[in-house]
């Protein structure tokens, strides 16, 4: 089983960075795609981004691409997703989450492991 908790959350002004963390424990880091999803308030959990187990391949949400990176240290079993630019329509709870398929992730379909999510606000 596959424990995952992020951290890093807070109140940022806007055009203001944070960085995400996800510490995984419980299996094989390194052998997982990670991606980072986010549900603002009345909206529906949307994807971000997403990398492979091996970080070489990454996906992103329009809204986000140029502004956010994605990455993983399997060494440390941690995952971060480096926001710049913040905006205040980017205030929502961010979430990790864990899949053996990196397109499963980007579809959002069929995601095995989650964690509980860190609030994100970012004001104007």
């Known amino acids: 089983q596959v424990q995952l908790v992020e951290s890093g959350g807070g109140l940022v002004q806007a055009g203001g960075s944070l960085r995400l963390s996800c510490a995984a424990s419980g299996r094989t880091f390194g052998s997982y795609a990670m991606g980072w999803f986010r549900q603002a308030p009345g909206k529906e959990r949307e994807f971000v981004a997403a990398?492979?187990?091996?970080?070489?391949?990454?996906y992103y949400a329009d809204s986000v691409k140029g502004r956010f990176t994605i990455s993983k240290d399997s060494a440390k079993n941690t995952a971060y997703l480096q926001m710049n630019s913040l905006k205040p329509e980017d205030t929502a709870v961010y979430y990790c989450?864990?899949?053996?398929?990196?397109?499963?992730?980007?579809?959002?379909?069929?995601?095995?492991?989650w964690g509980k999510g860190t609030l994100v606000t970012v004001s104007s």
């Open positions: 990398a492979s187990w091996s970080g070489g391949n990454t």
């Open positions: 989450a864990l899949s053996s398929y990196l397109e499963r992730l980007r579809d959002n379909s069929g995601i095995p492991y």
